[in-house]
């Protein structure tokens, strides 16, 4: 790594004292890009969302094998942008891990970008500010030159806001940029996505900065925060500049679906490989790690493409640019069945299909008798895995009378919020 000045014997010392090591399977499988490699001048590893314990845990695993598989897909790994929250809570033991994996696993003349996140703000051992700029090197709003390149970095400030300040601060930047290189793309890391743009950012997006970033059409504004799976089409969006959340290495999050916990969607983590052209078009790979799958970890299909110099002529991931008019539907074959264990009643059905993928579903159950529906379910489809499963299966939460017969009702729902025919069956208790 290049122009790190870092605090590596205390923070390392830190971390053998606490016994957390790295064990990773170094094979993994590797994708081509969609562009001849010849024409790329800029490749970087897009990481958010870490959430380093302390204590020995999977994210360490994650956050290992994300640098690998970012140098096993790239010619020359340029850099590695960690976009906040990259601990859990701002500790030193936390740090520590960070640190040791970055000197660990990064090599040569790859640079390396951190941005403070809301989590790195829960440190009570000292100031979290100061902290992060005596580790680094920098402080928490910064620009940063990687081969000809602008990042600038805004970190978030206590109780999780951003101020007026930074704002003004981030429009002189982008207008220096911008000036010198008006044709380039210029890449904002801000954790929070900006208000009404990605997947979740209406709840978890930002306004202070978002003016600023209307102006400047060359803008790729990267967050994380809120943790979207990246199969969904909507972690990429375009109005006035490019949004782009590039998901998260612990616990994914999803919309609509009931959410029973991080424990859903634990064993997988994703991020991204930013590439950029001669002709400064952006191309963004997404890859999915699975725990159980180390070594077949993926690339995505479907690389996004952002023309620079075209302008807002050129945007094409507008709002609803994924909806291709389709609804999901089940297959002839697909049934349900309800089974018994212990005390516990559980459904579990055949996955419908759809030309991007099923959201989510909603299961009715209902008392033939009573006529009354006892329960209503919403469990995601596990689209966010590797190999989504083909069927799903759910604990009902009421318990279900012996001797009754009841209808279950399950309709599938895509992403583009599209609904299927329902599928049905009488079944006894």
């Known amino acids: 790594m290049k122009n790190q000045t870092m605090i590596w014997g205390l923070l390392t010392m830190m971390l053998f004292s606490l016994g957390l090591s790295i064990n990773i399977n170094s094979k993994t499988q590797t994708a081509s890009t969609s562009v001849d490699q010849e024409n790329i001048v800029l490749?970087?590893?897009?990481?958010?969302?870490?959430?380093?314990?302390?204590?020995?845990?999977?994210?360490?695993?994650?956050?290992a094998?994300?640098?690998?598989?970012?140098?096993?897909?790239?010619?020359?790994l340029d850099a590695v942008v960690i976009n906040g929250d990259f601990t859990d809570g701002g500790h030193d033991p936390q740090y520590a891990s960070f640190m040791s994996i970055l000197n660990q696993e990064v090599s040569g003349d790859t640079e390396v970008i951190v941005n403070l996140g809301n989590h790195e703000n829960g440190r009570n051992e000292s100031d979290s500010h100061a902290f992060f700029t005596e580790t680094m090197g920098y402080g928490i709003d910064h620009v940063?030159?990687?081969?000809?390149?602008?990042?600038?970095?805004?970190?978030?400030?206590?109780?999780?806001?951003?101020l007026d300040s930074q704002?003004?601060?981030?429009?002189?930047?982008?207008?220096?940029?911008?000036?010198?290189h008006p044709d380039q793309p210029v890449f904002v890391l801000i954790h929070y996505p900006a208000y009404q743009t990605t997947v979740n950012s209406t709840g978890n997006g930002r306004t202070t900065y978002k003016e600023v970033l209307e102006k400047?059409?060359?803008v790729v504004h990267i967050s994380g925060h809120s943790h979207p799976a990246l199969q969904d089409p909507r972690t990429i969006h375009q109005?006035?500049?490019?949004?782009?959340?590039n998901s998260s290495l612990t616990?994914?999050?999803?919309?609509?679906?009931?959410?029973?916990?991080?424990?859903?969607?634990?064993?997988?983590?994703?991020?991204?490989?930013?590439?950029?052209?001669?002709?400064?078009?952006?191309?963004?790979?997404?890859?999915?790690?699975?725990?159980?799958?180390?070594e077949n970890s993926i690339k995505l299909d479907g690389d996004y493409l952002i023309d620079i110099p075209l302008g807002r002529d050129g945007f094409t991931y507008t709002t609803g640019w994924y909806d291709d008019g389709t609804n999901p539907y089940f297959n002839e074959t697909a049934d349900i069945n309800l089974n018994k264990v212990q005390n516990n009643w559980f459904v579990t059905f055949d996955q419908?299909?759809?030309?991007?993928?099923?959201?989510?579903?909603?299961?009715?159950?209902?008392?033939?008798?009573?006529?009354?529906?006892?329960?209503?379910?919403?469990?995601?489809?596990?689209?966010?895995?590797?190999?989504?499963?083909?069927?799903?299966?759910?604990?009902?939460?009421?318990?279900?009378?012996?001797?009754?017969?009841?209808?279950?009702?399950?309709?599938?729902?895509?992403v583009t919020n599209r609904f299927s025919e329902p599928l049905i069956k009488t079944i006894n208790t």
């Open 43 to 63: 490749e970087f590893a897009a990481i958010s969302d870490i959430h380093l314990k302390s204590y020995p845990s999977i994210e360490q695993d994650r956050f």
């Open 352 to 414: 419908a299909l759809d030309q991007q993928f099923v959201y989510y579903y909603h299961i009715y159950v209902k008392d033939l008798q009573t006529n009354e529906v006892v329960t209503v379910l919403k469990p995601n489809s596990q689209f966010y895995k590797i190999e989504s499963p083909d069927q799903i299966t759910r604990q009902i939460n009421e318990p279900l009378m012996p001797g009754r017969s009841y209808e279950i009702t399950i309709v599938a729902i895509s």
């Open 65 to 76: 094998s994300a640098i690998k598989l970012s140098y096993q897909n790239t010619n020359n």
């Open 167 to 180: 704002a003004i601060w981030l429009d002189e930047q982008l207008e220096i940029a911008t000036q010198e």
């Open 239 to 245: 109005d006035k500049f490019t949004s782009f959340n």
């Open 144 to 162: 940063f030159n990687v081969k000809g390149y602008t990042f600038i970095t805004l970190g978030v400030h206590y109780g999780d806001k951003f």
């Open 216 to 218: 400047y059409a060359q």
């Open 251 to 294: 616990y994914l999050f999803y919309e609509k679906a009931d959410y029973t916990g991080a424990q859903d969607s634990a064993s997988v983590g994703q991020f991204a490989i930013i590439k950029v052209t001669d002709t400064n078009k952006v191309i963004i790979e997404r890859h999915v790690i699975d725990d159980n799958q180390m």
